[in-house]
Nanobody, 117 residues
């Protein structure tokens, strides 16, 4: 079973940038669609972005369109989330996830992103 480990979170000022990485174990990474999700305190988990197994199709949540970019490198078993023009409302724990079946069902441990105003 694939295991996911996120990194790259931290504290940044509003308007700044961060790049999150998620490394997957195993040889089957290229078989899975991947996604980034986030959850802020007291709020439901929100889909941020997703990318198909080949990287050919990407989709974004409305709140991050034009600011965030998802990408993947199947040779490195890694999916990235480039976050630009960060806002305080982007503060959350960010999780990467793999869709191994019909839904995103395999999750990393999360990485905290805090944006100060």
């Amino acid at each position: 079973q694939v295991q996911l480990v996120e990194s790259g979170g931290g504290l940044v000022q509003a308007g700044g940038s961060l790049r999150l990485s998620c490394v997957a174990s195993g040889r089957t990474f290229s078989m899975y669609d991947m996604g980034w999700f986030r959850q802020a305190p007291g709020k439901e988990r929100e889909r941020v972005a997703s990318i198909t197994r080949s990287g050919g199709m990407r989709s974004y949540g409305d709140s991050v369109k034009g600011r965030f970019t998802i990408s993947r490198d199947n040779a490195k078993n890694t999916v990235y989330l480039q976050m630009n023009s960060l806002k305080p409302e982007d503060t959350a724990v960010y999780y990467c996830a793999a869709r191994t079946r019909a839904t995103f069902d395999t999750w990393g441990q999360g990485t905290q992103v805090t944006v100060s105003s």
